[in-house]
């Protein structure tokens, strides 16, 4: 992979990034001796993953495709309704294993429920209908929305010499979830899948956050699998900040921003004073957005600097 920065049209970092022959994936301590006042002995077992198309490795990719993106998770369980509908336990153990993939803006959901209808998103989260037609209050970039459904059944064994069976005190509990990702700021559906696990456990509760937490490991999984196939479409989310002398030149920049043939939309996400964070949709890089909008404005646009993935323009 590859990083330039550019600033004042000058090139201040151009560095190559070659993918390790291995990267560590842990560590077990086995001893450790302090020898003397300045020399301390570590025996450690160190496992090593040789694969050149690593998991990790992928799932890093992955995330800087996506510029690191803002996560939201919630999820409904269906046994309940309103305020308490919201499953806790189900979001951080998604938002844990996120976590654990990479992705570092897992943010708090409780700005999210208050912003927008709960109903309307357990609607969407069920199936039943409804329609997210995107939010402007740059809370977050994607959205997961999910709902399970729990079913207990009675555990019955065979009756020994009669050809029946016969109930025990043991509980199965199947759990289905449902997930829904949507892009936050258009309320586009980027993907969607099932999952379904079951526990036994003399105790049903027990039964219960077994089987959510298999169903939640699954869902983490397939996010994964989701965000890398959106990743890899040609058209990707740029980060754009336009920092302007006045707000009429800034909203001037942003709608011929959005005039331009190569881009496909762009959102707000931030906006402070005289200055606008974007994303744009394109398939092209930042120098050549640049370079389009340029040749289109009779602003006095400027690089404050560049990368692979981002750009800061400055209006005079």
Do not use: W
Not at 62 to 82: E, H, T, W, Y
Not at 144 to 150: A, C, E, H, I, T
Not at 200 to 219: G, K
């Amino acid at each position: 992979d590859s990083k330039t920065l550019m600033e004042d049209l000058k090139i201040q970092l151009d560095e190559v990034y070659k993918k390790s022959q291995g990267f560590v994936k842990g560590i077990k301590i086995l001893s450790e001796d302090k020898l003397d006042s300045t020399l301390y002995k570590v025996q450690a077992r160190i496992d090593v993953d040789t694969s050149p198309n690593g998991k990790l490795i992928d799932e890093l990719t992955m995330i800087l495709q996506l510029n690191d993106p803002r996560i939201a998770v919630i999820v409904f369980d269906s046994s309940k309704i309103g305020d308490g509908a919201r499953d806790i336990f189900a979001e951080g153990y998604l938002s844990e294993k996120l976590l654990s993939m990479g992705f570092s803006h897992v943010v708090d959901t409780d700005s999210v429920i208050k912003i927008n209808d709960a109903a309307l998103l357990d609607n969407i989260a069920s199936g039943r209908g409804g329609f997210f037609s995107g939010s402007k209050d740059n809370a977050v970039d994607y959205l997961v929305l999910g709902r399970y459904n729990k079913i207990s059944n009675a555990v019955s064994i065979p009756k020994f010499g009669s050809g029946r069976s016969q109930k025990t005190d043991l509980k199965n509990i199947t759990t289905t979830l449902k997930i829904t990702v949507l892009k936050y700021d258009t309320g586009d559906i980027v993907g969607t899948f099932t999952v379904e696990a079951n526990d036994v456990n003399i105790s049903e509760d027990i039964a219960v956050q077994n089987a959510v937490a298999q169903v939640s490991n699954q869902a983490a999984e397939k996010l994964s699998d989701t965000f890398k196939k959106f990743s890899s479409q040609p058209t990707q989310g740029l980060t754009f900040t336009i920092a302007a002398n006045n707000e009429k030149n800034l909203n001037q920049c942003i709608e011929e921003l959005r005039e331009l043939g190569m881009v496909n939309n762009v959102y707000i996400r931030e906006m402070r004073g005289n200055e606008a964070v974007l994303t744009v949709d394109s398939a092209q890089k930042p120098h050549a957005i640049f370079s389009a909008l340029k040749v289109r404005t009779k602003l006095k646009i400027s690089i404050a600097n560049m990368s692979a993935n981002s750009c800061k323009l400055r209006i005079d």
